[in-house]
């Protein structure tokens, strides 16, 4: 009697373990591998070596490397865009208008937030501060598709809440606002360096106060 021929595998995929599907471990290991090297120096041999599965199977799920990390940034992006725009419009439903401060804090709150969320939270924090060393059409389009939406609306809220700024003052001023908290968000600022120990940003919430102090500072200047 002739032996049975064996089951055939899909392209490269070994079993998934821990109750995670072999997506969700090529994301998590695809996440650290751009976190610490960056789309253009990240290799897909790493990642699958991480995730302990085959290139063609990443190139299965995904079709390309630029694809994962698209996925990636877009999953978490989106995410942070979509709670802006709800606290955005609880705030704008009051019957008392926002203010500065409080649409400041809004913006900001859902980024900060990941710093002490799941090591996946983290490593899109470390991607993001990377994405200005990326390629210029691929991290301006992510970064229209993912935060543009939102950050339009928090411009136009602005311009409304504080007395005497006008359309282009709260353009300029939120690119400010949003290149300050991103290197806060880095991981790289010299606080620490600068004042000899004496201050660190490793208290979130201490992060966040005295950011919105400064940025509401910025907003709400005279002149212009």
Do not use: C
Request: net charge neutral; hydrophobic share 45%; aromatic share 8%.
């Amino acid at each position: 009697m002739a032996e049975a021929a064996p089951a055939r595998r899909r392209i490269g995929r070994r079993p998934a373990t821990d109750g995670v599907s072999t997506q969700e471990r090529i994301l998590e290991v695809a996440g650290q591998v751009f976190a610490d090297h960056g789309f253009v120096a990240a290799s897909l041999r790493e990642i699958a070596e991480g995730a302990d599965v085959t290139q063609a199977l990443i190139i299965y799920y995904f079709g390309s490397k630029q694809r994962l990390f698209e996925t990636l940034f877009k999953r978490r992006g989106l995410e942070v865009s979509r709670q802006r725009q709800e606290l955005l419009d609880a705030l704008l439903a009051r019957a008392d208008p926002p203010t500065a401060r409080e649409l400041v804090s809004a913006y900001l709150r859902p980024q900060f937030a990941l710093r002490g969320a799941d090591p996946g939270s983290r490593a899109f924090v470390r991607m993001q501060a990377r994405l200005h060393h990326e390629p210029d059409a691929l991290a301006l389009r992510l970064r229209g598709e993912v935060y543009d939406h939102a950050t339009r609306n928090y411009i136009a809220a602005l311009e409304r809440a504080v007395p005497g700024l006008n359309t282009a003052n709260a353009h300029w001023r939120m690119m400010f606002a949003v290149g300050t908290y991103l290197y806060m968000l880095s991981g790289f600022d010299r606080l620490a360096e600068l004042s000899d120990g004496r201050f660190n940003t490793e208290d979130t919430e201490e992060v966040v106060r005295r950011l919105t102090d400064f940025l509401v500072a910025g907003i709400t200047a005279p002149g212009g």
